[in-house]
């Protein structure tokens, strides 16, 4: 084992625990995964986020075929979206945060972005735009096209009536922006929609060209 592999064991540990101490999962809900120069790791399927071991994290190729460690979770397909759309994406964390989960199951939010432009920090650890993905039931691998078209022109999506899957370059930085997102959602719900200020397309357009 490498050293960067193992490092990335421990951290996907620590947040992941973080997480859970947090709320921002339960029971066996949520994976993480993290890109490897020689592959992926991610989290085993029905595994708790608060109670990983980081040898058992399970290991997989760059084909996604697994080589290690426990079976991996069945939502693997969710992840391996946004790997082959985006470059960049070091990382994917999936979620069933309660607020942003929340927004997911509006009936009358905007698909192509239900959460607005309502903070600078949501802009700049989101993006310009998070899609809403149509429902699919957990584990069905007809999401991966739809999650895969979404996540070229997105780092993040919602997933209808299910959670965000968010992408980073670091998985410091897919957690810190599915925790911004969260606290997002959380504001976009307690707002009442008529009043809200949302930042204007030039204000999204400077931070994105400052920090994007």
Known sequence: MTAEEAAA???????AASLFARGFSVGSAGN?????????????????????????????????????????????????????????????VHLHSTWATAVS????VDPANPIPPLTPYFVMRIGRTM??????????????????????????????????VVSGATLKDAVYAAEELEEAAKLFLLLPRERARLLTAQQVDDLLATFG
């Open 9 to 15: 064991r421990e951290e996907i540990v620590a947040l």
């Open 32 to 92: 993480i995964s993290v890109r490897l120069a020689d592959g992926y790791l991610i989290t085993p399927t029905n595994s708790c986020l608060g109670r990983l071991d980081p040898e058992r994290l399970s290991k997989l190729d760059a084909d996604f075929v697994p080589v290690g460690g426990d079976r991996p979770s069945k939502e693997v397909f969710m992840h391996r979206a946004f790997y082959r759309a985006r470059a960049d994406a070091g990382a994917v």
């Open 105 to 108: 199951c509006l009936a009358d």
């Open 131 to 164: 899609p809403l993905v149509p429902y699919f039931r957990p584990g069905d691998p007809a999401m991966e096209p739809a999650i895969a078209q979404a996540a070229q022109t997105a780092r993040a999506v919602l997933l209808a009536n299910h959670g965000p």
